[in-house]
C-alpha cells in the first residue's frame, strides 16, 4: 500500500511551501496520460496564482502538501474563467503566470518521486515530449516551456521509507520562502486538498483501509478522488442532455430503454504497464471506477442541484441499488499473440512486466442491474479491454421496438436492427447521435436508419479540454462535484469486490483473443442471454 507511506511520512507532508499571508494546502495526484513509465507519475501540485507552491511527482501514492497563498482567496469560478480567458499574448504575459522570477508574485516547484532512478534534466526531458502550449500557441511557447521545464524536479526513492522521504523533504524546503510551520496534515490557515489518482484499493477492504488512513489526517471535504473519465467532455454533458432536453428526460427508464451498453476498448496492449496493471486487471482498472462511474450519472435520478453533496447523494443511491455482480454475468479474456500484414503483436504474457502464468484478464464483459424502479430489468452490459480492434470509449442506449408499428414489415425480420440507439461517443471523434429510421427519398416506401449527429469537431471550433484540465481547476477551486466520495468508493467497491475474489479464488482462466480483434466469443453470448446485441459491432456503427 505504497500510497499510505506518503500520507504517514510526516516529513513529506509537511514539506511543502510557506509564505507570508494566509496559509494554504493543496495537492493533487496526476498521471501524464502517454508518457512513458516512470514519467506517468501521479503529480502533487500545489498551485494557485499569487502563491508559493509546490508539486510532488509520485507513483502510488497520497500526499498532503501545503499551498500558501497571499491574503485573498480567488473566488470560485473566478480563477477558473482566469484561466480560460486569456484572449491575447499580452494579457497571457501581463499576468505572468511562468514568469521565471523565483521572487514575483508567482512561484510553484514540481516534484516527482519514484523508485526509478532519474537525474531532474532526464526528468524534463521526459515531461518536455508531450508538454504543449495548448492555451497560447502564439508567442514564446518554448520561452514558456523552458520556465516551466526549470520548476520540474526529480527525487528517486522507495515509497515505504521515511528516509528518502526526509530527503525529498530537505530537497522541497530548498524551493520554500519559509519553513513549515506545522506538523499536521492540513495547514492551519487557509485550506487544504489532496488529490488521489486510483488505484483506491483492489477491493472493499483495501479500499476502506486507504479511506481510513486518509481520514486519519484530512477530512472528507479534503479528499479529491480523480476518475479522470468524469473530467472527460461528453460525460460532463451527460447530465446537461438527460436534464436539459425536454424530449430525453422522459425517455429515460425502463419503460423505453431496452439496454444499455457502456463500452471501452483500446486498440493497444499494456506496453510495458504489466507491473501496475497485472495486479490490478481491467474489471478494476476500468469498470469498478470509470464505467461504473458513467453509468452512475446516467443513470441516477434527477439532483436535487447541481451541488456537489446532491449530486453524489444521487450516484450513491443507484449503487446502492444496483445488484452485486455475479460470476455468470462476468466473461473474462486475456490477449494472444496474433500476426497480421505481416507484423507480430505480442501477447499479454509476452510483456516483460508481466508473469508468464498470468491469469489477469485483459478483457471483460458484465451485465449488472439497478433493482430501483426505474431501471428495473434493463440489462447495464459493460465492455473493457486492451489490445482490440479500435480505441473508443462510448455509451449504447438502445431504445425498446415500436409497438404496433406500422412499418414493421419494411424492417425486415430483425426488429433489433431498427429501434432507435442513442450513441454518446466520448472519444475518439466526440459525437452524440440518435439512430432514427427515415423514409429513402423516392416513389417506394424503403426505410433506412440514418443518424442525426451531433459532431463536436463539425459543431465547435474549441478545443476540447484534457480531462485532467478541468478536473484539476476544480480541485482548486473547491469542487467537489466531480470527484468521488468515500461512501461512492465503498458503494462501487462493494458491487465488484464478491466477483473479483471468487475469479481470483476459482483461478478463472481468460478467454483468449486475438490482440487487435473485437475480444473474445463470451462476450458475445453473454449479451445475447439478455437480450442484447453489443451496438459496436454494427458495421454502420
Ligand atoms: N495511464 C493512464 O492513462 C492513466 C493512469 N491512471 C492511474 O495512474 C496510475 C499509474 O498509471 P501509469 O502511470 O499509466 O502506469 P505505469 O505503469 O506507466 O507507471 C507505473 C509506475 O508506478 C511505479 N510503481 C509503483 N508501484 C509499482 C508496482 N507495484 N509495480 C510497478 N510499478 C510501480 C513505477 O515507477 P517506479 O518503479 O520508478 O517506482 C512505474 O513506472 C495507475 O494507478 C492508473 O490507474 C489513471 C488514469 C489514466
Ligand atoms: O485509467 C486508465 O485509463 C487509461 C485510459 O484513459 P484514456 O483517457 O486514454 O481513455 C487506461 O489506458 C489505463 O489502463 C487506465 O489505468
Redesign the pocket.
Known amino acids: 500500500m505504497?500510497a499510505f507511506s506518503a500520507t504517514h511520512c510526516r516529513s513529506y507532508s509537511y514539506s511543502a511551501s510557506i509564505t507570508r499571508g494566509k496559509k494554504h494546502r493543496f495537492a493533487f495526484s496526476y498521471?501524464f496520460?502517454r508518457l512513458p513509465?516512470?514519467a506517468?507519475?501521479?503529480a502533487f501540485l500545489q498551485s494557485l496564482r499569487n502563491s508559493h507552491q509546490t508539486a510532488v511527482l509520485m507513483?502510488?501514492g497520497v500526499v498532503a502538501t501545503k499551498v500558501t497563498h497571499e491574503a485573498n482567496e480567488i473566488p470560485k469560478d473566478k480563477l477558473k474563467n482566469e484561466l480560460l480567458s486569456f484572449t491575447s499574448t499580452k494579457e497571457w504575459d501581463e499576468r505572468a503566470w511562468f514568469d521565471g522570477n523565483e521572487n514575483e508574485s508567482t512561484h510553484f516547484t514540481i516534484y516527482g518521486y519514484?523508485?526509478?532512478k532519474m537525474t531532474d534534466a532526464e526528468l524534463r526531458t521526459m515531461v518536455s515530449k508531450t508538454l504543449t502550449c495548448r492555451i497560447d500557441k502564439r508567442e514564446n511557447c518554448n520561452e514558456k516551456m523552458d520556465q516551466f521545464l526549470k520548476r520540474c524536479f526529480y527525487h528517486s526513492g522507495q515509497?515505504d521509507s521515511e528516509e528518502n522521504f526526509s530527503q525529498l523533504d530537505k530537497k522541497l524546503r530548498k524551493h520554500e520562502a519559509v519553513k513549515c510551520a506545522s506538523l499536521s496534515a492540513s495547514s492551519g490557515n487557509g485550506w487544504t486538498r489532496v488529490i488521489v489518482?486510483?488505484?483506491f484499493g483492489r477491493d472493499s477492504e483495501s479500499s476502506a483501509m486507504l479511506t481510513k488512513a486518509l481520514k486519519q489526517y484530512l477530512e472528507e471535504d479534503q479528499i479529491f478522488r480523480i476518475d479522470?473519465y468524469l473530467g472527460k467532455e461528453l460525460v460532463e454533458n451527460l447530465s446537461v442532455l438527460r436534464f436539459a432536453n425536454l424530449i430525453f428526460e422522459p425517455l429515460w427508464s425502463r419503460r423505453y430503454i431496452r439496454n444499455v451498453q457502456l463500452i471501452f476498448s483500446e486498440d493497444f496492449g499494456t506496453e510495458g504497464?504489466g507491473?501496475?496493471f497485472d495486479?490490478y486487471g481491467i474489471i478494476r482498472?476500468i469498470m469498478q471506477n470509470h464505467l461504473l462511474q458513467i453509468l452512475a450519472l446516467f443513470a441516477m435520478e434527477t439532483p436535487v442541484s447541481l451541488d456537489a453533496e446532491d449530486i453524489r447523494n444521487e450516484k450513491v443511491k443507484v449503487l446502492r441499488s444496483m445488484r452485486p455482480l455475479r460470476l455468470e454475468d462476468v466473461v473474462v479474456g486475456q490477449y494472444k499473440s496474433h500476426s497480421r500484414g505481416g507484423v507480430t503483436y505480442p501477447s499479454y504474457t509476452d510483456d516483460k512486466t508481466v508473469p508468464k502464468d498470468s491469469l489477469t484478464p485483459t478483457f471483460a464483459a458484465a451485465a449488472l442491474f439497478i433493482d430501483n424502479a426505474r431501471w428495473d430489468g434493463v440489462p447495464f452490459l459493460m465492455k473493457a479491454g486492451k489490445a482490440l480492434h479500435s480505441r473508443r470509449a462510448e455509451i449504447r442506449v438502445q431504445f425498446r421496438h415500436v409497438p404496433g408499428n406500422l412499418y414493421n414489415r419494411n424492417f425486415g425480420p430483425d426488429l433489433d436492427c431498427a429501434t432507435n440507439e442513442l450513441v454518446i461517443r466520448v472519444q475518439p471523434g466526440e459525437a452524440i447521435f440518435l439512430k432514427i429510421n427515415n423514409k429513402v427519398p423516392g416513389l417506394g416506401m424503403r426505410l433506412d436508419r440514418s443518424n442525426l449527429n451531433l459532431h463536436y469537431a463539425a459543431r465547435y471550433s474549441k478545443e476540447i479540454p484534457d480531462a485532467y484540465e478541468r478536473l484539476l481547476l476544480d480541485a482548486i477551486e473547491g469542487e467537489r462535484r466531480l470527484f468521488i466520495r468515500s461512501d461512492e468508493l465503498d458503494a462501487a467497491w462493494a458491487l465488484f469486490t464478491p466477483v473479483l475474489a471468487e475469479l481470483e479464488e476459482k483461478k478463472i482462466i481468460p478467454e483468449s483473443y486475438p490482440y487487435g480483434s473485437r475480444g473474445p466469443v463470451g462476450a458475445h453470448y453473454l449479451a445475447a442471454r439478455h437480450n442484447v446485441r453489443w451496438g459496436d459491432l454494427d458495421m454502420e456503427q
Open positions: 505504497a498521471s496520460p513509465a516512470p506517468k507519475a501521479k507513483q502510488h519514484a523508485r526509478s515509497y489518482e486510483k488505484p479522470h504497464r507491473g501496475y495486479n482498472d
